[in-house]
Nanobody
Framework: EVQLVESGGGLVQPGGSLRLSCVHS????????ISWFRQAPGKEPEGVSC????????YYANSVKGRFTISSDNAKNTVYLQMNNLKPQDTAVYSC????????????????????WGQGTQVTVSS
């Protein structure tokens, strides 16, 4: 059974930093991608970053480029999202998701391409 477990969310002041973790387990796909999505109340999910375990490509949404960094520690089966210079508009529930059918990160990740999801972690940026 595929499992994705996020952690690291919380309340932070504008300009602050958080690091989200996504521990993944229970699969043997050779080609897959893991993405971070966020969803604010009343808004559609936004794919903010993607890392491909097929060709090592990485994608960032324009809204987070230069502030967020996605990385992977394969020994720990963990994907991280380092978030710096956080802004109030970054407030959302952040979820990691895995796709074995769309394993490249050449374009914005689409939520309907991802079959496996974590439970989400709340990030609130407020003074």
């Amino acid at each position: 059974e595929v499992q994705l477990v996020e952690s690291g969310g919380g309340l932070v002041q504008p300009g602050g930093s958080l690091r989200l973790s996504c521990v993944h387990s229970g699969f043997t796909f050779d080609d897959y991608a893991i993405s971070w999505f966020r969803q604010a109340p009343g808004k559609e999910p936004e794919g903010v970053s993607c890392i491909s375990f097929s060709d090592d490509t990485i994608y960032y949404a324009n809204s987070v480029k230069g502030r967020f960094t996605i990385s992977s520690d394969n020994a720990k089966n963990t994907v991280y999202l380092q978030m710096n210079n956080l802004k109030p508009q970054d407030t959302a529930v952040y979820s990691c998701a895995l796709s074995s059918s769309h394993s490249l990160c050449w374009s914005p990740p689409l939520s309907n391409h991802y079959a496996y999801w974590g439970q989400g972690t709340q990030v609130t940026v407020s003074s």
